[in-house]
């Protein structure tokens, strides 16, 4: 078995005691620390869909069909529950509708892990 980069390797016995580690780089400080997004500027122009779904209702069709202006979906959230932020039809998190200057907006309150 070849020893990768992140093994540990036992230290000689002329060596202080305890582990050596080797071929670590260090962690990049100051102006070249960048939290979380190191190494994804190729990405950063890439499009997404993203969706902010404040419920859902199923119909038959020919009730769609007869949905007019002004007509009432009942969805099956209520008022005050958090709304599902989707990125490519995949749950990223939840959050709440705000109004910012006449605008609706969803603040994050909570971002949803997904075990793989």
Same mark, same amino acid.
């Given at each position: 078995?070849?020893t990768?980069?992140?093994d540990?390797?036992?230290a000689?016995?002329?060596e202080?005691?305890?582990?050596?580690?080797?071929?670590?780089?260090p962690?990049?400080?100051?102006?070249?620390?960048?939290?979380?997004?190191?190494?994804?500027?190729a990405?950063?122009?890439?499009?997404?869909?993203?969706?902010?779904?404040?419920?859902?209702?199923?119909?038959?069709?020919?009730?769609?069909?007869?949905?007019?202006? %002004?007509? !009432? $979906?009942?969805? *099956?959230r209520?008022v &005050?529950?958090?709304?599902?932020?989707? #990125?490519?039809?995949?749950?990223?998190?939840? %959050?709440? !509708? $705000?109004?910012? *200057?006449n605008?609706? &907006?969803?603040?994050?309150?909570?971002? #949803?892990?997904?075990d793989?």
């Amino acid at each position: 078995m070849a020893t990768e980069p992140h093994d540990i390797i036992p230290a000689d016995t002329d060596e202080a005691s305890g582990p050596v580690f080797e071929d670590f780089e260090p962690f990049p400080t100051g102006d070249h620390a960048v939290a979380g997004s190191e190494g994804l500027e190729a990405v950063h122009d890439v499009p997404v869909k993203v969706q902010a779904v404040l419920g859902r209702a199923r119909m038959p069709v020919g009730e769609l069909l007869h949905l007019t202006s %002004g007509t !009432v $979906v009942e969805l *099956d959230r209520r008022v &005050g529950e958090p709304v599902d932020i989707f #990125v490519n039809d995949r749950l990223i998190a939840r %959050g709440e !509708v $705000v109004l910012i *200057d006449n605008a609706l &907006g969803v603040t994050l309150t909570e971002i #949803v892990r997904q075990d793989r």
